[in-house]
């Protein structure tokens, strides 16, 4: 994967890895949020403060990104992040495509 | 040195031809016949077209489908192969016999692939839909959903969130069977005009749209009418639209 580097968009570029990285982890803890709500685990009070502290990170991750100018570059992270993701699980349930593409590179 | 022969299509007939200077990079386009096949070819070398100038590329694409959209006007049947086949010359023989000799191994298959393609175009078929929209009329006809909207309009700030990230996962749930039931209805619908269905990838489409079917088709030349009365019927319903394309000398079906 070719990566063009300058200082400029060096710092840019790893602003954006780093808090697509963050909204990645902060989806994680709502999956175990809601996870934790489904169970019945959590008090209302508990919930009401849990909803607030995620809620109040959802804010200041769009903040970060309209500050930085990086909503742009942190959705490119993702969606090519998504298609790694698809492109590997695409060949565990077709293994016929592996094959086809070590062949081509003449493995 | 032209040591190799650049592959457009296969066509079947007694009568060679040359087509002229069409073909990638100006060459010219002409045929090499075993018994009653041809390819249709330019000289090349025995080495793959490779740029990174995009525009070069899709220039070489065009090219490409040109030369084998002017055979299949003129023969009414090709096997069009894919963009960079190229046929080398083996040791001690040259070019030329190592296509004929390409033609020979294959020739009960590519005549029998020809007789299949007769008179026969493909189309593409696109589905996509707005997930907005979709997603508005799951939620009026879902009464757990829309129960959930609207207890969250009473709830303090915190347990609103909880509340609506709930409300959000359903709604996924809810999409992505919807998604897999339209999938499904409209697979059956389409099959049921065509002669041979091919499932494609899905692509990533515009913004505010999602490519929820792509499918190949393969039907007789002249019969795409009721094929696009179904997808006139599909692109009627609210959130959804069809891209319909062709037809075009049937590369998926080769």
Not at chain 1, 70 to 91: A, C, N, P, W, Y
Request: charged fraction near 30%; glycine fraction near 8%.
């Amino acid at each position: 994967m070719p990566i063009n580097i300058d200082e400029d968009n060096l710092k840019h570029g790893v602003l954006g890895l780093v808090i697509a990285l963050v909204e990645i982890i902060k989806d994680a803890i709502n999956l175990q949020a809601m996870k934790r709500m489904e169970g019945g685990s959590l008090s209302e009070a508990e919930m009401e403060r849990l909803g607030e502290a995620l809620m109040d990170l959802d804010i200041a991750i769009d903040e970060i990104k309209k500050e930085q100018g990086v909503t742009e570059s942190v959705k490119s992270v993702r969606d090519g992040l998504d298609s790694i993701v698809d492109d590997v699980l695409d060949k565990m349930i077709n293994p016929d495509r592996w094959r086809k593409e070590a062949e081509e590179k003449g493995l | 040195m032209a040591e190799a022969r650049y592959l457009y299509c296969i066509a079947g007939g007694q009568e060679g031809l040359t087509l002229g200077n069409i073909g990638i990079e100006g060459n010219n386009v002409y045929s090499i016949a075993y018994k009653d096949l041809f390819a249709i070819v330019h000289n090349c070398p025995a080495e793959p077209y490779k740029s990174e100038d995009k525009e070069k590329v899709k220039l070489w694409l065009a090219t490409h489908a040109h030369v084998v959209d002017t055979v299949w006007e003129s023969f009414g049947t090709v096997l069009p192969l894919g963009f960079d086949t190229i046929i080398k010359g083996e040791e001690g023989i040259s070019p030329d016999q190592s296509m004929k000799l390409w033609l020979m191994n294959d020739y009960d298959n590519l005549k029998r692939k020809l007789a299949k393609l007769d008179g026969k175009a493909e189309f593409g078929v696109q589905i996509l839909w707005d997930p907005k929209i979709i997603s508005e009329n799951l939620v009026e006809m879902n009464p757990e959903i829309k129960k959930l909207g609207e207890e969250i309009k009473s709830k303090s700030k915190g347990l609103a969130y909880m509340y609506k990230q709930k409300l959000e996962n359903l709604l996924k749930k809810e999409l992505e069977k919807e998604a897999e039931n339209n999938f499904n209805n409209f697979y059956a619908q389409i099959k049921a005009c065509v002669e041979e269905i091919k499932v494609e990838k899905t692509k990533k489409s515009e913004e505010n749209k999602q490519m929820l079917i792509n499918l190949s088709c393969l039907l007789i030349k002249g019969t795409s009418r009721i094929l696009g009365e179904e997808l006139e019927k599909i692109n009627n319903i609210k959130g959804f639209s069809v891209r319909f394309t062709g037809p075009w000398p049937p590369y998926s079906f080769v």
